[in-house]
């Protein structure tokens, strides 16, 4: 079997219309455009390329975008102070700071002292238990853009063996709530996992969120599977791969997501439809 291609980017474009659309019949209602304040700390070179992606694709749509760039050196105390005035002001509906922070700052923190209802990254403890008990609000964007190209699929989820490699708070572990919200099957397996090739091969759907470059071998997917890569990993040679082996694995998958054009613009996309989903809440 050679996989069919689920082409995130052609999807993305789709969602950012639909948003665009909405964005532009709220500001004719004689509503505030929603706002998107993006949060970067420090100067880490792939951070900075998704920030500038995601401030331009707010702008875009239609969208206020707040931009708050801090040196690596920024207190701790300082972060927060920003978060609470953020928080304070009405015209900013999400607020997403960016992540690695340096290492003098505690990421836990921070993401807790975002207001849950503008939480539009869904990583607030709040956001995480709602998603957990199957009433979600602001889901992490990354899952969320996963379940958007399942459903492009056309194939019912239900009954299904998902099997999510990696148990990050950003992708696994949300990963395997939206599966399982879905009434997929779900296993999770990580860097203690006993034989995870043998497991890898009962997924009907497998969800790679890893970050090693081609680590999942084509010989470890099941016929006709259904193959979501959400690695964006450099190769020595520059060349941008996800953590599939992408040519052995459209052998045998039934639907595949190729890196770069996969998961990578959804995150931003279903990031704008969690903002305008905050400005609609906010409405009351
Ligand atoms: N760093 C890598 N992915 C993400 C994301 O989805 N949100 C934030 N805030 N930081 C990230």
């Not at 050679?2 to 004689?30: H, M």
């Not at 607030?124 to 009433?135: A, D, E, F, I, T």
């Not at 034989?195 to 090693?212: H, K, M, N, T």
Request: proline share 7%; hydrophobic share 45%.
């Amino acid at each position: 079997m050679s996989a069919r291609i689920l082409d995130g980017k052609a999807v993305a474009l789709t969602v950012t219309q639909e948003v665009a659309a909405k964005v532009a019949s709220r500001v004719a209602g004689g509503r505030a455009p929603p706002g998107l304040a993006v949060v970067q700390v420090g100067e880490n070179p792939a951070s900075q390329v998704y920030v500038r992606n995601k401030r331009r694709t707010t702008e875009a749509v239609g969208m206020r975008s707040f931009a708050h760039d801090f040196p690596a050196s920024l207190a701790e105390a300082e972060l927060l102070a920003t978060i609470d005035r953020l928080n304070a002001n009405p015209d900013v509906h999400g607020i997403l700071v960016q992540l690695p922070l340096p290492k003098h700052v505690d990421p836990q923190k921070v993401v807790e002292r975002i207001d849950p209802a503008k939480d539009v990254d869904g990583f607030h403890p709040y956001n995480v238990g709602r998603l957990v008990l199957k009433s979600p609000t602001l889901r992490p964007c990354t899952p969320y853009g996963c379940m958007r190209l399942l459903a492009e699929t056309g194939e019912p989820l239900a009954g299904k063996h998902a099997v999510v490699i990696g148990q990050s708070n950003i992708v696994g572990r949300p990963m395997a709530m939206e599966l399982l919200m879905a009434r997929c099957t779900v296993t999770i397996c990580h860097s203690a996992t006993r034989d995870l090739p043998g497991i890898v091969r009962q997924g009907d759907v497998v969800v790679a969120g890893v970050g090693r470059a081609n680590f999942v071998q084509g010989d470890w997917i099941r016929d006709g599977a259904i193959v979501i890569d959400v690695g964006i990993n450099r190769t020595d040679e520059g060349k941008l791969v996800g953590d599939v082996d992408f040519a052995a694995a459209k052998e045998r998958a039934s639907w595949i997501t190729p890196v770069p054009g996969g998961v990578g613009p959804m995150t931003i996309a279903m990031l704008l439809a969690n903002t305008l989903r905050a400005a609609e809440l906010a409405d009351g």
